[in-house]
């Protein structure tokens, strides 16, 4: 079985319909972790190092993720094309820290072509995009939303 990650669970509903047996959706239900908002959670003077925790109310979907896991054959993060998306599986990968290999799948539209086709041409998280969100997030916190 294929445990599929996506961020909302209208579209894990959805593609679970276009892809059927062998395969698990389940939704992140956005970012699951973040910043506090506390002072100390960017550390300016020693590399702008980050202090993640997990988001509130992700702990129950972390834990249906790490059940659907067990017996899993492949994980694939099919989170949003964008920054915050690219962010959100690495922080999944992370967390999870999965014994089986992890696919990044990325699809502009919600059909079952576009699902099929990418799931043809999965790849490794982009680390430049999860930098560019971790940066918009220390400038967040540093400099708030003036």
Partial sequence: MKVVVVESPAKAKTINRY???G???LASYGHVCDLPSKDGSVLPDND????WQISSGSEKHLKD?????KGADKLILATDPDREGEAISWH???????KVPVHRLVFHEITKD????ALEATREIDAPLVRAQETRRILDRL???D
């Fill in 114 to 117: 576009a699902i099929t086709h």
């Fill in 23 to 25: 395969f698990k959706v």
């Fill in 92 to 98: 999944l990968q992370e967390i999870l820290k999965p």
């Fill in 65 to 69: 993720i790490i059940a659907a896991l």
């Fill in 143 to 145: 400099y708030g939303f």
């Fill in 48 to 51: 702008f190092e980050m202090k």
């Fill in 19 to 21: 892809l059927g047996d």
